[in-house]
C-alpha cells in the first residue's frame, strides 16, 4: 500500500489523520534544557514532539508548548504508555496522568512504548527491578485485550491516532487480525546498519508509518535542532540509496539494549529475534 506525502512535509497515517515527517525527541531531557530546545525547534519549523510518560519530562514539552504560544492544531505530540500499565485497565488513566502533565485535552498519537509489560509498583517506577537487578516483567501482557484499551482512549477522544512502538511484525500481525481501528505507526530502532527490511516490507503491504529513532547515531549527545531542520530540502540519488542498502547488518547492529537484557528476554513478547541471556 503506497504512503501518501502530503505537501512534503507529512505523511498520511492509514486513519486519515496527518504526522509531521520531522519531530524533536524528549528522551533524557531534563526539564530546562528540553523545554527551551522544544521552543527553538518549533521556532525552527518542527511542528512534532516525540515524548513519553517513561521519559519523565511532559511537564517541560508542555510549558515549552505554552511558551511558544503558537496554535495547539498546527502541532502533533505523541506521548506513550510506559510498559508498567500495559495491563490491569490501566491505558485510560495513564493518558489521563500524560495529558495533565502535558496540559493538552488530546495527544495526536499515542503509542503503546514496548511489547513487554512490566510489573506496576506505582506510578514513578518505570523500570521496576527485582533484588537481583532484573527487570520485574508481567508475564500476563494481553496485546488484543490491550488494543481494545487503546481503540477505547481513541474513541473516548484523548488520543487521535494509536501505534505501537518496538513491535515486530508477528505482534503487528496478530493486532491487524483483530484490530478495528489498526496501529497507524510503529516507533523503532532504524538505521542505515539495522534497516529492518522484514518491517519495512510490512509496512508497504499494510500502510503502517514507521517512525525511526537512533537514525543518524548513538544517543545521549547534543541535538543538532537547526542543522536538522532542513533535512526535508534535499534527497539522496537511487544510486546512493543502493549504496547505503548494502550497509544493513541486521539484528547485529540494533544498538538499544535495554530490548536484550535485565529480564526483557525472559517475556514472552519480547521482541528481539536472538536475545543475549
Ligand atoms: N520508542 C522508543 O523506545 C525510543 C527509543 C529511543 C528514542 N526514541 C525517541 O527518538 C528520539 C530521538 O532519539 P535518537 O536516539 O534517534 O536521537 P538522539 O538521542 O537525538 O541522538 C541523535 C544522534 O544523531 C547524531 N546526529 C544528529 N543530527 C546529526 C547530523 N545532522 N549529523 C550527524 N549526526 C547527527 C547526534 O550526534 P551528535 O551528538 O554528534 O550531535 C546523536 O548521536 C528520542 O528523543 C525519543 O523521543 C524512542
Redesign the pocket.
Known amino acids: 500500500m503506497a504512503r501518501t506525502i502530503v505537501n512534503g512535509t507529512h505523511v498520511k497515517l492509514n486513519d486519515g489523520h496527518l504526522m509531521p515527517l520531522l519531530g524533536i ?4 531531557g531534563e526539564h530546562k534544557p528540553m523545554s527551551e530546545a522544544i521552543v527553538l525547534a518549533l521556532n525552527n519549523g518542527y511542528r512534532l514532539i ?3 510518560y517513561s521519559y519523565m519530562n511532559e511537564e517541560a514539552v508542555g510549558e515549552a508548548i505554552r511558551r511558544w504560544g503558537g496554535d495547539r492544531k498546527d502541532i502533533f505530540v505523541t506521548t ?1 504508555l510506559p510498559t508498567i500499565a500495559l495491563g490491569g485497565g490501566r491505558v485510560e488513566p495513564f493518558l489521563r496522568k500524560s495529558l495533565k502533565k502535558l496540559g493538552l485535552d488530546y495527544v495526536d498519537l499515542y503509542l503503546i ?2 511489547p513487554v509489560g512490566l510489573q506496576y509498583v506505582d506510578d514513578e517506577t518505570v523500570f521496576p527491578f527485582d533484588k537481583d537487578g532484573k527487570l520485574m516483567v508481567d508475564y500476563s501482557t494481553n496485546h488484543v485485550a490491550l488494543w481494545r484499551e487503546m481503540e477505547a482512549v481513541r474513541e473516548a477522544g484523548l488520543a487521535r491516532s494509536i501505534g505501537v ?2 513491535f515486530s511484525t508477528a505482534q503487528l500481525r496478530r493486532l491487524f487480525a483483530v484490530a478495528k481501528v489498526p496501529p497507524a505507526v510503529n ?1 523503532l ?1 532504524m538505521h542505515v546498519e539495522f534497516q529492518q527490511t522484514e518491517m519495512q516490507a510490512y509496512s508497504r503491504e499494510t500502510g503502517l508509518v514507521l517512525t525511526s ?12 535542532i537547526q ?2 531542520s532542513q533535512v526535508l530540502d534535499w534527497s539522496l540519488s537511487e544510486e546512493a540509496m543502493a549504496a547505503l542498502r548494502t550497509l544493513d547488518r541486521g539484528e547485529e547492529a540494533r544498538s ?1 539494549n535495554f530490548l536484550k537484557n535485565r529480564g526483557f528476554e525472559l517475556h514472552p513478547e519480547c521482541p528481539v529475534n536472538r536475545p543475549v541471556l
Open positions: 525527541g524528549c528522551w533524557q516525540d515524548t513519553a506513550k512504548h514496548a512502538s518496538n516507533q530502532e529513532y537512533g537514525t543518524l547515531g548513538s544517543p545521549g549527545r547534543r541535538a543538532r542543522e536538522n538499544f
